[in-house]
Structure formats: structure tokens, C-alpha cells
């Protein structure tokens, strides 16, 4: 018998924290606000920019079971400092392959909504893909030279 009442009991607790988070989304409290942070101020740095050529992006785009359309896309990366270029350099195939994952699913997004490629949104994409995985403040910009699709 004592089994079946804390049974109900933690049903009834799941019940409750679930209908509350639904609430808190809902009405945009909590953790779920939408508080805008401040942008912070970018810095700039002592050193010019350094421009690093990447390989080509090919990436392929799929619809139903066959490759509809392949985009390619010609790139250069920018690093802050010459510091900053042997870690872009030293780490340029873990952040091609970053690339590569990331507009593989948000490209056929873009041409959904879209029709259409703009390499600002592009550019802007992999700028914070690039700091997610070298760390904020190495890369200073990237710089899509052409963008191809077949």
C-alpha cells in the first residue's frame, strides 16, 4: 500500500514540475526570459589581422535520397595576432571540420526561408562556429571569397 501512495505522490510531483516549466515558458519568466544581454565592446587589437586561405567547403545538400544541389564555398579566416595564427593554423582542420558540420544542416535551412545564400549570414555563421571552437577572441573575422552551388 505504501508503495502505491508514493508512486501517486512523485506522479503528482512530476505533474506539478512540468506544468509549472510549461507556465514559465509560456509567460517568459525565469530562466526562460528573454533578457537581452549587453553587447559587449569588441576589442581591438594592437596587431593587424592576419588572413589564413582555408581549403574549399564542399558541401552537399540533400533532398528526398539524392544530392540536390552541392554548394561550394572559398574561405579565408582572419586571426587576431600572430600568436593567434599558430593556434588557427595548428588547429585549421578541427575548425574546417566544425565548418563543414554546421552548415551542413543550416544551409538547407537558409534556402528554405530564403531562397537564396548571403554570405553575410554565412560569414557571420561560421565567425561564431569559429569561436566556439577556438576560443573567443582568436578569430578575428571570416572572409568568404565565393560561394558556388551546382
Do not use: C
Amino acid at each position: 500500500m505504501d508503495v502505491k501512495k508514493l508512486v501517486i505522490v512523485f506522479a503528482v510531483f512530476l505533474m506539478l514540475t512540468g506544468g509549472t516549466v510549461s507556465v514559465l515558458k509560456w509567460m517568459k519568466l525565469g530562466p526562460f526570459s528573454d533578457v537581452v544581454k549587453p553587447v559587449e565592446e569588441e576589442v581591438i587589437p594592437d596587431e593587424p589581422p592576419v588572413a589564413i586561405d582555408m581549403d574549399r567547403l564542399t558541401i552537399p545538400i540533400f533532398a528526398e535520397d539524392r544530392v540536390a544541389a552541392t554548394v561550394l564555398i572559398d574561405l579565408k579566416v582572419e586571426a587576431v595576432g600572430t600568436e593567434n595564427q599558430e593556434i588557427v593554423t595548428k588547429l585549421l582542420p578541427r575548425l574546417s571540420d566544425a565548418f563543414f558540420k554546421d552548415l551542413y544542416v543550416f544551409i538547407p535551412r537558409v534556402i528554405r526561408r530564403q531562397n537564396k545564400l548571403s554570405t553575410d549570414i554565412l560569414a557571420e555563421r561560421m565567425k561564431l562556429t569559429g569561436d566556439k571552437v577556438l576560443g573567443p577572441g582568436v578569430l578575428h573575422n571570416v572572409i568568404i571569397v565565393e560561394v558556388t552551388e551546382r
